[in-house]
């Protein structure tokens, strides 16, 4: 009897070492999960805060409210255009926000620079903008890669349209670097006319036919495909709409979704049927 207990705890102990094992597992794919959320969010945020300096720039170029080269953008943020004038181009826009961290009204923390190269203000048709980055940091994240912006035409609603090229993207965080490239469409929804700026309110969404490609922390290749368009727009800080498949190597799919256009921060993965609502964007 006492040899069959001893088996029996054996079992026992066996059994949940194993399912301890699972939810490691489980844990490790929302780590990558996590991962992918802070960078979708930052990088979509990048491109949010782009479009609203060049907003400002054009405001500040056509009503020459400003004899000097710059001008306070948001975010606590330096911004300087070169040349200072509405007919030379290409020009030359650094947006720098210190060395030290300043807290915007997003209540993000940035340092550093984003520097934005652009042969026209976004309402010409011409407009193509390559964005860098010298030692920016986010929440402490350093973002490096380019980014490149095009402009491709109006949608059959009218909508402007541009290509969104995430060159070798790569997101050093605590936990360690995250990779990134993807192609997008990115269509401007709302607070886009061809005859007038209106940096107040803007929104944008963003799709792609092709997968995103990447490496988590950890060294693990993953894909990822957009489901639902990932809406963004600056009046929020966070993607407020949206739907990802995640596919980390020789792990299960994960189902990214950044909610139905509320404003929040709440993002819910789901996993083996399994639905994980207490994710945030940093």
Same mark, same amino acid.
């Given at each position: 009897?006492?040899?069959?207990?001893?088996?029996?705890?054996?079992?026992?102990?066996?059994?949940?070492?194993?399912?301890?094992?699972?939810?490691?597992?489980?844990?490790?794919?929302?780590?990558?999960?996590?991962?992918?959320?802070?960078?979708?969010?930052?990088?979509?945020?990048?491109?949010?805060?782009?479009?609203?300096?060049? +907003?400002? @720039?054009?405001?500040?170029?056509? =009503?020459?409210?400003?004899? &000097? #080269?710059?001008?306070? /953008?948001?975010?606590?943020?330096?911004?300087?255009?070169?040349?200072?004038?509405?007919?030379?181009?290409?020009?030359?826009?650094?947006?720098?926000?210190?060395?030290?961290?300043?807290?915007?009204?997003?209540?993000?923390?940035?340092?550093?620079?984003?520097?934005?190269?652009?042969?026209?203000?976004?309402?010409?048709?011409? +407009?193509? @903008?390559?964005?860098?980055?010298? =030692?920016?940091?986010?929440? &402490? #994240?350093?973002?490096? /890669?380019?980014?490149?912006?095009?402009?491709?035409?109006?949608?059959?609603?009218?909508?402007?349209l541009f290509d969104?090229?995430?060159?070798?993207?790569?997101?050093?965080?605590?936990?360690?670097?995250?990779?990134?490239?993807?192609?997008?469409?990115?269509?401007?929804?709302?607070?886009?006319?061809?005859?007038?700026?209106?940096?107040?309110?803007?929104?944008?969404e963003m799709s792609?036919?092709?997968?995103?490609?990447?490496?988590?922390?950890?060294?693990?290749?993953?894909?990822?495909?957009?489901?639902?368009?990932?809406?963004?727009?600056?009046?929020?800080?966070?993607?407020?709409?949206?739907?990802?498949?995640?596919?980390?190597?020789?792990?299960?799919?994960?189902?990214?979704?950044?909610?139905?256009?509320?404003?929040?921060?709440?993002?819910?993965?789901?996993?083996?049927?399994?639905?994980?609502?207490?994710?945030?964007?940093?």
């Amino acid at each position: 009897m006492k040899r069959n207990a001893g088996i029996f705890l054996v079992v026992f102990a066996l059994i949940a070492f194993l399912v301890a094992c699972d939810k490691d597992d489980e844990k490790a794919d929302l780590k990558i999960s996590k991962q992918f959320i802070k960078a979708e969010s930052f990088f979509n945020n990048v491109i949010s805060e782009v479009f609203h300096n060049i +907003f400002l @720039a054009y405001e500040v170029l056509r =009503n020459e409210s400003n004899g &000097d #080269n710059f001008f306070t /953008g948001p975010q606590c943020a330096t911004t300087s255009i070169f040349p200072f004038d509405t007919l030379t181009w290409p020009k030359e826009m650094l947006i720098d926000y210190g060395d030290t961290n300043c807290f915007g009204t997003d209540k993000r923390y940035r340092r550093g620079g984003v520097k934005i190269e652009f042969t026209h203000f976004l309402p010409d048709s011409l +407009f193509k @903008a390559i964005i860098s980055f010298d =030692n920016f940091f986010i929440n &402490d #994240n350093k973002v490096i /890669g380019t980014i490149a912006l095009e402009r491709k035409g109006n949608s059959l609603e009218g909508q402007p349209l541009f290509d969104v090229k995430f060159k070798e993207m790569t997101l050093i965080m605590a936990e360690g670097t995250l990779s990134y490239k993807a192609e997008r469409l990115l269509k401007w929804v709302e607070g886009f006319r061809e005859d007038l700026y209106e940096a107040e309110n803007f929104r944008f969404e963003m799709s792609a036919d092709k997968a995103v490609v990447g490496q988590s922390a950890k060294g693990r290749p993953f894909e990822a495909v957009i489901l639902v368009p990932l809406q963004y727009n600056n009046t929020c800080a966070w993607i407020k709409k949206g739907v990802i498949e995640l596919q980390p190597y020789e792990k299960e799919m994960e189902t990214i979704d950044f909610g139905s256009a509320i404003c929040n921060d709440k993002v819910a993965v789901t996993v083996n049927a399994v639905v994980y609502d207490n994710l945030i964007q940093p």
